[in-house]
């Protein structure tokens, strides 16, 4: 019987049954919370229209060219037999929450209700799961969905994946295949890493040498950390303004919130080797062409670096219209700051006791200035103090200074028990600790039903703050991946399972019947061109 269902598959037509036994061979990721077969199915044939009201005729144009225009639309205030019906209800706001959808399918029709346009999008992209996987290819007689009844919504709000692009540039071509891909799988927040100590992407107009000179170096580490080998060739990139604008519309359209990462205060190498006066020793030096934690820091007991980054951030809100901006404030080394005079009579001045203070008193300036301006600041969990790595003299980390509350942390390192005492202190959590979510990560290490077992809220956190858990991300880091290839070998199938994660029920998981769906969406990869990792568990 799996074999007569795979060999259906590939021709895009699904066995028809009743009862909830037969729920198994959709081929649907991420899993919907609410599934119920029916007898029959329904068949397209030419006359088939895809109708929707006014409100909803972005989507119906969406769906038309993903169609491949085979099929027309047309306005319309009700459904009619032969057509694939979009509506939208905001009575149904309550029930299906602001991503949620309803998708009835019937032999006469197939119809799809939301509360908004984003649920009626992903209830779109479900019909899509369950249409051919080459569409160009398969005549349209031959495509039929069986009858079902589908109510869905996501467990989670934030469904995020980060590409890490300043240690090696990929190009709006390769970041819109990903937003397709994301935009399928329903994840909502495309984290774009771009700047970085080996690589500044995003042109800043006011310092224009942050890409002249930041966003080049002149080669690039090979063979792994510590390695002495290089690949012997320059590496440079970085996006204009207009291209940011177009990649951030068309995420738009897909219902992708683009969230900017501008790594500060550390991992700020590329910046200081436009503008030295950025640093701490306020040296001359050059973008980095290995990996790792670098030795130097925005000086941030110069008044002249805050305005720097305000103007930084100030060009960069004007881009992305995200209510979160994510400020990194990763691995910061304290060498530098305990050797300044300036940090040391900063910290007299403020009275702050050790180098975490230090940050945390940086990150609450950069936190006020965000909420200035209507936003919000997201950094990794760093940036709440606390002893989070091996390399960091423990009276370093000490901390007396209280971050900001509206502060999200970006949880991905250290013991679970500093995500219970973040929510209980009233953070927002994003969780994506690195064992479980860093697809740089080989798959021995992260093997496919680990990824899928993730679950972002920690065994044993009071269910009272498990609301204080917006999601998760699963992070691209871009050192070891030189090409698009080898991205993508990281990436698919995984990126696939953190989806499930982000929007399915625990109740409603299935490693088994997950694997199965896969081969559909693996089926849809090959006939992208995208490649994929294949032998994987």
């Not at 063979?223 to 951030?248: A, C, D, M």
């Not at 269910?463 to 990436?491: F, I, N, S």
């Amino acid at each position: 019987m799996k074999l007569l269902s795979y060999l259906l598959v590939l021709c895009g037509v699904w066995l028809s049954h009743s009862g909830a036994n037969a729920q198994t061979d959709l081929p649907l990721v991420p899993y919907p919370q609410k599934v119920q077969r029916h007898d029959g199915a329904f068949i397209f044939s030419k006359k088939v229209k895809i109708l929707a009201e006014e409100a909803a005729q972005a989507t119906a144009k969406y769906l038309e060219k993903e169609l491949q225009g085979k099929l027309p639309v047309k306005v319309s205030a009700k459904a009619k037999k032969n057509s694939i019906y979009l509506r939208l209800n905001p009575a149904l706001k309550e029930q299906l929450g602001q991503e949620g959808y309803q998708l009835e399918v019937t032999e006469d029709q197939v119809k799809i209700t939301a509360a908004n346009p984003t649920g009626l999008f992903y209830g779109v992209q479900t019909l899509k799961q369950l249409l051919p996987v080459d569409l160009v290819n398969t005549p349209l007689k031959s495509w039929e969905i069986p009858a079902l009844s589908i109510e869905d919504r996501p467990r989670f709000a934030w469904r995020a994946f980060m590409l890490d692009e300043s240690r090696h540039f990929r190009g709006k071509e390769f970041v819109k295949m990903l937003l397709d891909q994301m935009a399928l799988l329903k994840m909502n927040t495309f984290h774009w890493h771009l700047t970085d100590d080996q690589g500044w992407r995003i042109e800043i107009k006011k310092y224009p040498k942050l890409t002249e000179i930041g966003s080049k170096r002149k080669d690039t580490q090979i063979g792994g950390w510590n390695s002495e080998k290089r690949s012997g060739e320059p590496h440079e990139g970085f996006y204009t303004q207009e291209e940011i604008k177009e990649l951030v519309q068309y995420a738009a359209e897909r219902h992708i919130t683009v969230v900017p990462e501008i790594e500060m205060p550390g991992h700020a190498s590329a910046a200081i080797a436009a503008y030295p006066w950025l640093g701490t020793t306020g040296k001359q030096i050059e973008v980095p062409v290995i990996f790792g934690k670098m030795e130097d820091s925005y000086n941030v007991a110069n008044q002249k670096v805050y305005r720097f980054l305000e103007d930084v951030l100030t060009e960069t809100m004007a881009l992305f219209p995200s209510k979160v901006i994510h400020i990194g404030g990763d691995e910061v080394k304290f060498e530098q700051w305990k050797n300044s005079v300036q940090i040391q009579e900063l910290m007299k001045k403020e009275g702050l006791k050790s180098p975490a203070d230090v940050q945390i008193y940086f990150t609450n300036k950069i936190s006020n200035f965000i909420d200035s301006k209507g936003r919000r600041m997201m950094g990794w969990n760093e940036i709440l103090g606390g002893n989070v790595h091996e390399w960091q003299a423990a009276e370093d980390v000490q901390v007396g200074q209280s971050l900001a509350k509206s502060a999200v942390i970006h949880f991905w390192k250290g013991d679970l028990k500093l995500v219970n005492q973040a929510v209980e202190q009233g953070y927002d959590i994003v969780n994506s600790l690195h064992s479980f979510t860093y697809l740089d990560y080989n798959y021995q290490s992260i093997p496919l039903q680990k990824a899928y077992g993730f679950d972002p809220v920690p065994k044993g956190l009071n269910p009272k703050y498990h609301q204080k858990v917006l999601g998760l991300g699963c992070q691209m880091w871009g050192e070891w991946t030189a090409t698009e290839e080898r991205t993508e070998h990281q990436v698919f199938p995984r990126i696939s399972a953190y989806a499930e994660v982000g929007w399915t029920n625990l109740d409603q998981k299935d490693f088994a019947r997950y694997q199965s769906a896969l081969k559909s969406l693996q089926m849809r990869w090959d006939a992208l061109g995208i490649r994929y990792t294949k032998e994987v568990e």
